[in-house]
């Protein structure tokens, strides 16, 4: 599992999970971290990482965000997506979920006990997070894209929900919407 979307100011935070079974040698040609991809690069490698294994994404939304914090919808999100598995037939209770880092928001958010580890650098040394990066990224980035439609005085559509100079613009002219991380930006109004 590896989330995306943690440090935004506006949008979902998203946690992508795949699947993989053991025994399994090879993946996609050219799968990275999410971050080390091009955004064009990532859109090609997502049909691929779909057709490579099982997956989901799980979110949290802006205002729960706000309501609970980052961490706490960091679990939820992930829980999420790990209810979407076992929906779809994985067996999530005898799974190893690993998490890229050093610290587990996912236990506090557990109903019952899972094996969940944590290592830093999983983004770019195991290719099943690295494919879960690569879920998340592009499925919170299409999000973002939409939301831009409605909201284009923001400049979603090339900053993601981050905090560029131009969002920050944006807000200043045009005040905060329902996506934003309200507890998250200062604003003089």
């Not at 050219?30 to 080390?36: A, I, N, Q, T, Y």
């Not at 997506?81 to 005898?94: I, K, N, P």
Request: glycine share 10%; charged share 25%.
């Amino acid at each position: 599992m590896d989330e995306v979307g943690r440090g935004a100011i506006a949008g979902p935070v998203a946690v992508g999970a795949h699947v993989i079974l053991t025994g399994t040698d090879s993946f996609p040609e050219g799968l990275r971290d999410s971050k080390l991809l091009s955004e064009k690069r990532r859109d090609a490698l997502a049909p691929l990482v779909a057709d490579w294994g099982t997956g989901a994404v799980g979110y949290a939304s802006a205002e729960e965000i706000d309501a609970h914090g980052i961490t706490a919808m960091l679990g939820e999100a992930a829980r999420r997506a790990l209810l979407e598995l076992h929906r779809s037939g994985v067996s999530v209770d005898t799974a190893v979920i690993l998490l890229d880092g050093n610290q587990d928001w996912l236990t506090p958010c557990l109903r019952k006990p899972l094996d969940v580890r944590t290592r830093v650098g999983a983004d770019r040394a195991c290719a099943s997070v690295a494919a879960a990066s690569v879920r998340a990224k592009v499925a919170r980035d299409s999000l973002m894209r939409e939301a831009h439609e409605a909201h284009p005085e923001y400049a979603w559509g090339s900053n993601k929900g981050y905090g560029a100079k131009a969002h920050y613009e944006g807000i200043e002219a045009h005040g905060l919407t329902e996506l934003h991380r309200h507890t998250w930006i200062k604003t003089s109004r």
